[in-house]
C-alpha cells in the first residue's frame, strides 16, 4: 500500500475522469499510481494527459522509447517501472538475456541503434552536463530534432517516475509479475531495496 490514500476515480474532476481511466486501463496495468497522482487532479491531467498524447502521436518507435525507460529504471533501481517495462521491451523483440543485462557494455543482442538509444538515456540520467557530442552526432543521424526532444523528455520524466513511485511506495498492480515472466523476465531481475535506513535524527 502506498504512503497516501488511494483516490478513486469519482472523487477527480469530472473533465479528468478520462484521463484516470484510460491511463489506469488502455495505457497499461498502472491503476496503483493513478490512484496517488489523483491526490493532484492538475498532475492526473497534464503528465498523464502528455504521456497519452505522445502514445497517440507515435512519434518515436516504441522499441527506443521502451530501452530508454528500462535503463533509467534499473539505473534508478525503480523496481515498479521495471517490473512493467520489461515486458514491453520484451513485446519490442529484445530477448530476455538483452533485457537483463541491458546496462552491460557488451550488451548481447543490441543493435547499433540500440545501444546508441541506451548509452544516450544513460548519459542523460548520470551526467547530462557531459553529453559526448559524438554521441549526440551519431543521434542526429538516426533520429529527427523532434524525435530527439521526446527521446530526452521521456528519459528525464522516466527519472521523476522512479522517483516518485519509490519516495511514495507505489505497489506494483496485481497480475503485472505474471506478465513480467510469461515474457521470460524473473523476478530476479528486478532491483532488490535493502532495507531503509534511519533518518538522522529519529
Request: aromatic residues 6%.
Amino acid at each position: 500500500m502506498a504512503r497516501v490514500r488511494d483516490v478513486g476515480i469519482e472523487e477527480v474532476p469530472e473533465a479528468v475522469q478520462p484521463i484516470y481511466r484510460r491511463y489506469a486501463e488502455a495505457y497499461g496495468p498502472f491503476l496503483n499510481q493513478v490512484k496517488v497522482f489523483a491526490h493532484r487532479p492538475p498532475a492526473l491531467q497534464h503528465i498523464m494527459g502528455l504521456l497519452l498524447d505522445l502514445a497517440d502521436e507515435a512519434l518515436l518507435p516504441k522499441r527506443y522509447l521502451e530501452i530508454a525507460v528500462v535503463v533509467v529504471s534499473k539505473l534508478n533501481e525503480c523496481t515498479y517501472c521495471v517490473a512493467h517495462h520489461t515486458s514491453r521491451l520484451a513485446e519490442q523483440g529484445l530477448p530476455p538475456e538483452t533485457i537483463a543485462r541491458i546496462l552491460e557494455p557488451d550488451c548481447p543482442g543490441l543493435d547499433e541503434i540500440d545501444r546508441l538509444v541506451r548509452d544516450y538515456a544513460v548519459q542523460v540520467t548520470q551526467d547530462p552536463k557531459r553529453l559526448d557530442d559524438a554521441l549526440y552526432a551519431r543521434l542526429r543521424e538516426q533520429f529527427s530534432e523532434e524525435q530527439i526532444v521526446e527521446l530526452t523528455l521521456r528519459t528525464a520524466l522516466c527519472g521523476f517516475f522512479n522517483r516518485f513511485n519509490d519516495a511514495l511506495q507505489i505497489d506494483i498492480e496485481d497480475g503485472v509479475i505474471d506478465t513480467l515472466l510469461a515474457s521470460g523476465g524473473t523476478v530476479e531481475d528486478l532491483p532488490v531495496h535493502d532495507a531503509p535506513q534511519p533518518v538522522p535524527g529519529d
